[in-house]
């Protein structure tokens, strides 16, 4: 009988030499399986744009490599230069012992199709809003596209540059407490070419865009909360706390949104936040609130929507 294969019974081989794993794996082929089977080995948590070994191995196989995520099968059975391999190597090796996520590794995340400039002052792009920016926030304006646009609590930029890539009629405020992520926000609208049309602002909630409106505030804020930030795999501690973590519940960044984001939409204007797995205190928080959920094909949830006049039918909630 045949023992199955696990932690327990199967060695590594990250202690082997560089030279020894670059004289024996040639082929694209051969480091797509080597590195799998060692982040299986590895027990390494996924959650940064990949949900498996497999998947984090074609990831860090392809981005060493600069090949896209479409690339010609036949590539698999081509030889890399020695370079290559090692340079395959250093990163698996990287992503075993210190536990990064590969994003920060490569130095790039893929965001609603398009690649973001990302390090460890910004959390990695994974919104399920991603969804909702390649339909054009069609379900909410479906005549015309919102004109203005807020990406609040901005960190990379990711939502408010692909919104504006999407949408190039609309002016995109990007904004966010953090001079560091806003640093970063700024790469990405020089990457992208869209500086006429996007700016960075730094902000504490709203605190720095006094007399401005909006058609579209969207936010992806920190909403973790207290319980879910003690236990949370090693993989997100490399990410900002400032990012993540929001009081013992999660919503303290939340409630001032829900509060003052009313004053900064125009009359028509629509909220859409992100809030993952602290729905459940949402709902519990503001039991009168018709929050409307949305559901996503790709996966992903807790991201309600709420409207003006819904916002003002229930300022006393927030207040």
Known sequence: MTTPLNHETSHSTLSLPDTALVSDLFTLRDYLRWVSSEFYLAGLHYGHGTQSAWDEAVALCLGALHLPWNVDPAVLEARLLPVERQRIIHLARQR??????????????FFAGHPFNVDERVLIPRS?????IEDGFAAWFPEE????????????GCIGIATGLYLPTCEVTLADISQD??????????????????????SDVFDGLEGQRFDLIVSNPPYVDARDLATMPAEFRHEPALALGAGQDGLDIVRRILREARSHLTDTGWLIVEVGNSDRHVEAAFPDVPFLWLEFERGGQGVFVLSAAELDAHAASFA
């Open 96 to 109: 075993v012992t210190t536990r990064q996520p590969l994003p920060y590794l490569l130095g790039e995340a």
């Open 128 to 132: 399920p809003i991603a969804e909702l």
């Open 145 to 156: 596209p919102p004109q203005s646009v807020l990406d609040l609590c901005t960190g990379s």
């Open 181 to 202: 992520a806003l640093a970063v926000a700024r790469e990405n609208i020089t990457r992208h070419e869209v500086g006429d049309r996007v700016r960075a602002v730094a």
